[in-house]
């Protein structure tokens, strides 16, 4: 039943990136240059709902959580790769499963590197005895920093991000204004 529902909200959230415009090359580099902020903002917002009805649903003890391992090595290295993958191929690992199912070639690739990628790294960790897993640091999450339950977290987290999503939204009404207003003075000219 688990992975059946797995595959139900694969194909939704899918759907979802595909209805934001979030496998399109064109939309996300808009997005990495801040020029247009609609798949970071959707991106956040999905993140603050996930957060209260995670909590919700364990808070009513319908779900259970387990908090991976902490490793800050890991966590900065995989985040530097996974950059600069995205600001070359413009997708992330979902993005680029969605596009090629859209049948846009450039996803392949992106998927294709993303599988050589693992496969490299597993033959280096094999042959070298290199684990990153040597820099774990534990158990923790942000619970274990604020010392504050659980679901009181996820609704300060949730503020947090609805805040940063409307702080965003002021900074490019002002940015579209002082645009409009530049090219006003340049008809005028």
Same mark, same amino acid.
């Given at each position: 039943m688990s992975l059946f529902l797995a595959i139900i909200f694969g194909i939704g959230f899918g759907y979802i990136l595909y209805r934001v415009g979030a496998l399109d090359y064109k939309n996300i580099l808009n997005a990495l240059i801040l020029k247009d902020l609609s798949i970071p903002k959707f991106m956040l917002l999905s993140v603050a709902i996930t957060s209260v009805g995670i909590f919700s649903l364990r808070l009513n003890g319908l779900v259970t959580l387990d908090v991976i391992t902490a490793n800050p090595l890991g966590n900065i290295l995989g985040g530097l790769i996974f950059g600069i993958g995205f600001a070359l191929a413009g997708y992330c690992p979902g993005t680029s499963i969605g +596009?090629?199912?859209?049948? !846009? !070639?450039? +996803?392949?690739?992106?998927? #294709? @590197?993303? &599988?050589? @990628?693992?496969?490299?790294?597993? &033959?280096? *960790? *094999?042959?070298?005895g290199f684990s990153i897993a040597s820099f774990d640091i534990g158990k923790l999450s942000l619970v274990d920093i604020i010392h #504050?339950? +659980?679901f009181s977290v996820s609704v300060i987290f949730t503020i947090t991000l609805v805040l940063i999503i409307y702080l965003v939204d002021i900074w490019e009404q002002k940015k579209s204004n002082i645009i409009q207003e530049r090219t006003i003075k340049y008809v005028e000219k």
């Open positions: +596009a090629m199912g859209e049948g !846009k !070639k450039d +996803a392949r690739y992106t998927v #294709l @590197g993303g &599988i050589v @990628g693992v496969f490299v790294y597993t &033959i280096f *960790q *094999q042959y070298t #504050l339950n +659980a």
